[in-house]
């Protein structure tokens, strides 16, 4: 059902699809059966289409959190982003594979937001999330940043790993910070 609820344009557009052939088909050769499976084909659609609405996957719970950081730090709220850490949060440089730094580090990171790193300018160029299994997910963030101490508007590629809590809520685990203007970026620059 996760596949579902994540990818419900492309699973409705088929059924329709489908439904469409069906009915051609069927009016083409005189096949009552065939063109009736049609309006079949469009009910799934219709189904998947509530379903994807109704169904909350991790993947939506992850962009939702993912969401809420980038509008703390754009607004310069240390408080709100420090809050959907977790614990045990790590950060990694260039990829999940790369030794991480613990929460206190994320957390000065963070508190640069107030001041030398104050984000100006802010635009998401692209964001998607997928469900990695029960309780998790990884959402890619493209962004263009302008902030204080930057020479510009500055690109950069993130991934978040988002976890249900033992309290029900939803906290960032891991931000992986894959590059910084197509370079590998380094903890110097937080």
Same mark, same amino acid.
């Given at each position: 059902?996760?596949?579902?609820? $994540?990818?419900?344009?492309?699973?409705?557009?088929?059924?329709?699809?489908?439904?469409?052939v069906?009915?051609?088909?069927? &009016?083409?050769?005189?096949? /009552?059966?065939? @063109?009736?499976?049609?309006?079949v084909?469009?009910? #799934?659609?219709?189904?998947? @289409?509530? &379903?994807?609405?109704?169904?909350?996957?991790?993947?939506?719970?992850g /962009?939702?959190?993912?969401?809420? /950081?980038?509008?703390a @730090? $754009?607004?310069?709220?240390?408080?709100?982003?420090k &809050?959907?850490?977790?614990a045990d949060?790590?950060i990694?440089?260039?990829?999940?594979? &790369?030794?991480?730094?613990?929460?206190?580090?994320?957390?000065?990171?963070?508190?640069?937001?107030?001041?030398?790193h104050?984000? $100006?300018?802010?635009s998401?160029w692209?964001?998607?999330a997928?469900? /990695?299994?029960?309780?998790?997910?990884?959402?890619?963030?493209?962004?263009?940043?302008?902030?204080?101490?930057?020479?510009?508007?500055?690109?950069?590629?993130?991934?978040?790993?988002? #976890?249900?809590?033992?309290?029900?809520s939803?906290?960032?685990?891991?931000?992986?910070?894959?590059?910084? #203007?197509? $370079?590998r970026?380094?903890?110097?620059l937080l």
């Amino acid at each position: 059902m996760v596949f579902v609820s $994540e990818h419900p344009v492309s699973i409705t557009l088929v059924l329709l699809s489908v439904g469409i052939v069906l009915w051609i088909v069927g &009016a083409r050769r005189g096949s /009552l059966i065939t @063109a009736s499976l049609a309006p079949v084909c469009a009910l #799934a659609a219709i189904g998947v @289409a509530i &379903a994807s609405w109704l169904i909350e996957t991790p993947a939506d719970q992850g /962009l939702r959190t993912v969401r809420a /950081l980038v509008e703390a @730090a $754009e607004a310069g709220s240390i408080r709100a982003a420090k &809050a959907l850490l977790s614990a045990d949060a790590t950060i990694h440089m260039g990829s999940r594979d &790369a030794p991480g730094d613990d929460r206190a580090h994320i957390e000065r990171a963070f508190d640069s937001f107030a001041g030398r790193h104050r984000i $100006e300018e802010n635009s998401i160029w692209t964001i998607d999330a997928r469900t /990695l299994g029960d309780g998790l997910a990884s959402v890619d963030i493209t962004c263009r940043t302008r902030t204080a101490s930057s020479l510009g508007t500055v690109p950069t590629q993130w991934t978040f790993e988002v #976890a249900r809590q033992s309290d029900g809520s939803w906290r960032i685990v891991r931000i992986i910070w894959r590059a910084v #203007a197509s $370079e590998r970026p380094s903890l110097k620059l937080l």
